[in-house]
């Protein structure tokens, strides 16, 4: 399957969480900001860069000429990425376009 994007909204909202175990005693306060740490980073690593333009699964699969299932299964497999435009709703799916245009271009790299 392939790879989900957390927003540094969702990353700061998980971490917030983490505040009551601290107090609680049930997760230290270096685990705490351990795991604030992983969030954070993992938003940064999965944002789309700001000036690629996102293009929805119907679009990509008119630039690559096939179907939006074949879209789907490359998005399974991680050819291409998802961008969601808000996490937790599928209609938000988007892909960027710099990736179909590198498919379209033959610079492919599964």
Same mark, same amino acid.
């Given at each position: 399957m392939g790879s989900a994007i957390i927003t540094e909204d969702t990353a700061r909202t998980l971490a917030s969480m *983490?505040?009551? $175990?601290?107090k609680a005693g049930a997760l230290s306060e270096s685990q705490a900001e351990g795991a604030t740490m992983v969030l954070l980073?993992?938003?940064k690593s999965t944002r789309a860069p700001a000036q690629d333009g996102l293009i929805t699964v119907a679009e *990509?699969?008119?630039? $690559? *000429?096939?179907?939006k299932g074949t879209v789907a299964r490359m998005l399974d497999d991680g050819v291409l990425t998802r961008c969601y435009l808000r996490p937790g709703k599928h209609k938000s $799916?988007?892909?960027p376009e710099r990736e179909v245009r590198r498919i379209v271009e033959g610079r492919v790299e599964a």
């Open positions: *983490a505040r009551p $175990l601290v980073s993992a938003a *990509a699969a008119e630039r $690559l *000429a096939c179907s $799916l988007r892909i």
